[in-house]
């Protein structure tokens, strides 16, 4: 049988592990899932007959390299800083990989070696990135194909809680790494093109500027900028380009809400609060508050940020119970950022029947024949419970399509790469149809820069 070996089995693994074991018989396909963890990866197995779990330290050098050895292709679903040592062991053997995560430089500077040993080192093929340059790429060539000339391009999308599970004021539950929902637009100002001007925005103003998106069925949503969207300039070929603009997709009012957090400094992961094991949630707020013994935290905090008592932004503090005297913290030396993700924790997890939903939105304005047009391209996935969830649905399934492709020898070309290939996105976007995953185009008059952006 033909060995796949998917080291890491986080939330992303249950669509993944199903779709592999489900072509293990036509396929002649046996999967080893590999963690720290068996506990969730044996239940979603379900003693498969096709399938095995294997106790896996990282780090222990001697079992990962025995684990590599005794494969025919690696699925890494670690944390993107794991890569490396088993990128360089699947290289050793002589094994292909693939991977969810961005290309690290690191990673790209094996290549060379790569393409010596005719390997294929995928990367960036789950939701975003993935199927956001897959689903780009087949309009962007669609456009030139046909001699157009590409003037806007911009990017959205969204990991939001589905709207029958939609049970808070906030409109979202965590569907992803809570961490990375907590520390999302930090590490530099946000940067991108807007009708041939550089724009910048400061992580401190981030999500003072969104953009209103419709999306047909569901209403409106509101995008703030991803930090850095002119890298992609030349990864998609667009050095012409005069708007160019990614950004994550919210529902209309959590950007006004989540900046009240950034304000106060409660995103903040770079130094510890002392005795935060010991604090309440009412004393971590009142932390970032002036001393004042005449005035309650609410009182003091309404007056900082200028909330009226009947905005909805107070009523949205009320429910995630930051005032709570009694609620402890329970994190030692734990940073802002940590205090605030446990925070959240209580109220924005997702319970067992409740269903997620990704929406990703493309818009596309270009030149043909002397005419401007623009195309808008949009995908909704809805998941079907908390363990195979619309996160798990478009991160994992790219993934499993691209390693059975691979292995099959239906996707050939060596190297370090990422999907943006017809030979990748083609057979990949047309099976990922064939599982409900679909993006829906209509045609619209010339708009250049979205004129919703909403600076409050």
């Known amino acids: ?67 590599i050895k005794n494969s025919d292709i690696v699925i890494s679903m670690l944390p ?13 053997f002589g094994k292909n990989m693939v991977t969810a995560s961005y290309i690290s430089k690191e990673m790209k500077a094996l290549n060379e070696y790569v393409v010596e040993k005719n390997l294929i080192f ?19 060539d669609s456009i030139r194909d046909k001699g157009g000339e590409m003037l806007l391009f911009e990017s959205f999308t969204g990991g939001l809680v589905a709207p029958e599970s939609d049970t808070n004021l906030w409109n979202y539950k965590f ?17 991108f093109l807007q009708e041939g001007k550089y724009k910048y925005i400061p992580y401190h103003k981030l999500f003072r500027r969104t953009e209103i998106l419709n999306i047909d069925g569901y209403g409106k949503f509101e995008g703030y900028a991803n930090r850095d969207s002119l890298k992609y300039k030349n990864i998609y070929g667009l050095d012409d380009i005069l708007t160019l603009y990614r950004g994550t997709i919210r529902r209309v009012g959590y950007s006004r809400a989540w900046n009240i957090f950034v304000q106060l400094g409660m995103t903040d992961d770079s130094y510890t609060i002392e005795d935060s094991e010991h604090m309440s949630y009412r004393d971590f707020t009142n932390s970032f508050l002036a001393y004042n013994t005449n005035d309650s935290v609410e009182l003091k905090l309404r007056h900082y940020l200028k909330i009226d008592q009947d905005d909805i932004i107070w009523e949205k ?29 209580d109220s924005w997890t997702l319970e067992e029947d409740d269903k997620d939903m990704i929406v ?37 399934l790219p993934v499993a399509i691209a390693t059975l492709k691979i292995l099959n020898g239906e996707i050939k070309t060596p190297g370090v790469q990422l999907p943006i290939s017809k030979e990748v996105y083609e057979p990949i976007l047309k099976e990922l149809e064939e599982n409900g995953i679909i993006f829906k185009e209509k045609n619209l008059p010339y708009l250049g820069y979205n004129p919703d952006e909403k600076i409050w």
């Not at 995928?122 to 340059?133: R, V, W």
């Not at 994190?331 to 924790?345: C, D, F, G, H, R």
């Not at 391209?377 to 195979?388: E, F, K, L, P, R």
């Open 1 to 67: 049988m033909r060995k796949i070996l998917l080291i890491g089995a986080g939330q992303s693994s249950s669509s993944l592990i199903t779709y592999l074991l489900q072509k293990s018989f036509k396929e002649n396909l046996h999967l080893t899932v590999a963690d720290v963890s068996l506990k969730h990866v044996q239940t979603i197995l379900n003693n498969h007959e096709n399938s095995s779990s294997l106790l896996l330290d990282i780090f222990n050098e001697v079992e990962r390299k025995k684990a």
């Open 175 to 191: 569907t992803w790494n809570p961490r990375n929902v907590v520390l999302a637009g930090q590490g530099g100002a946000a940067k």
């Open 360 to 396: 990703m939105q493309h818009q596309f304005g270009f030149e043909l024949a002397g005419e401007k047009h623009q195309i808008e391209s949009s995908m909704v996935c809805i998941g079907d419970n908390q363990t195979y969830t619309a996160m798990a649905k478009t991160v994992g």
């Open 80 to 92: 993107a800083h794991l890569h490396l040592n088993v990128a360089k062991d699947c290289l050793l």
């Open 122 to 140: 995928m990367n960036e093929i789950g939701l975003d990135p993935g199927i956001d340059h897959m689903s780009a790429m087949q309009v962007i």
């Open 317 to 345: 503090l009320l429910e995630l119970n930051i005032f709570n005297p009694t609620k402890k913290v329970e994190l030692v030396n734990a940073t802002p950022a940590q205090i605030l993700e446990k925070i959240l924790k």
